[in-house]
């Protein structure tokens, strides 16, 4: 059984290859990256015409979200070997880090495989279709990003609760727990829980006048 | 290890109480229930005034699929010792009986678990919430019923595909894997899939509408 940062220490890993990247040189490149694209977005979102500022912050929100799921999580789900290979990639040291926060990802957990696959093909095109959706005020723009989060908070429900009643001990210390396993996932919950508030609220007024004036 | 007529035969169930009750035993009440809660509110939704047969036919599958979630699922999720249970009641049975179709049940898999109890706990009381929202008009009716159905849709995809992971070996023998496994699934998938269509284009509709007299 080679040696690994993750827990539980019995987990067995063959053919392990130790993480050559720092914690800084992972996160640091990411957070850049995603500043980046809020920035850019926020910028060429505001030559659109008639865009609300609350709009433009949607789009932001959707591109930076819609970009992890298919750049970040797409290679951990199509590169089961991620942690065997002897010249890792940046995103292939990005997994290996995380599962310092929930080894579950290094050990391919059927569930934590499933969530992410779901993430990548369904709600990462869709993401990235409402920042298209609302620049262009679709009217379906509501109901797709409404959709959207509720896969996120779908699969955040079953990626917690698996967790738990599979024990609640993947993570290799307080501090990687509460950065990467609650931290890292607490804005999935949170923003989706608020856009689709505010989606919900705008849908059912909507509806209320639609009734209103008997459109049916 | 007990017998037991669960694949995989090695699956180990100490303490394994046998069925009692014949499949028909099992499958009759359920189904006869269900057409008698399908009729029943089929004939009290003609006494409110005017709903549509289209509402009428949706509030019975909510009242059938709210009260199968809650009453036939959610003794699954409270009673983790159903199988050995040495009186059990019918509902220790219908899930004995159901495991032949998908083993996990039986076994108690994580993601099964899981799933069923998102859909206990949160699927259950809305499915039974959109009877009432439809049967009083609710503005957000199209909204919750597209929700619930999300759900639904979402945690079956969850199942087959954690199903396939994990070997897609759980079913006893290709009837169960085709009358359980498949057949008893999908409703779940192809009804959820109509009405959430249905909710998603009366509320671009509706969206459209707001927009065009700029109720912004």
Redesign the interface.
Known sequence: MGAHPYTPAGLDLPGYVPLRLSQLEIVGPYLGASLFVLAAVWLLSGRCGRLTKADRLLMCWWAFTGLTHLLIEGPFVFTPDFFTKSNPNFFDEVWKEYSKGDSRYVARD??T???E??TVLLEGPASLLAVYAIAS?K?????LQ??VC??QL??C??YF??AY??GFNFWASPFYFWAYFIGANSSWVVIPLLIARRS?K??????????K?K?K
Chains 1, 2 share one sequence.
């Open positions: 059927t569930a495989v499933t969530v696959a779901i005020r009217s379906y723009s509501h109901i409404f959709t509720l896969g779908y699969g429900i079953v609760t698996t009643l599979d919900w705008k849908i059912c007024v909507a509806i209320q006048h639609a009734e004036v459109t």
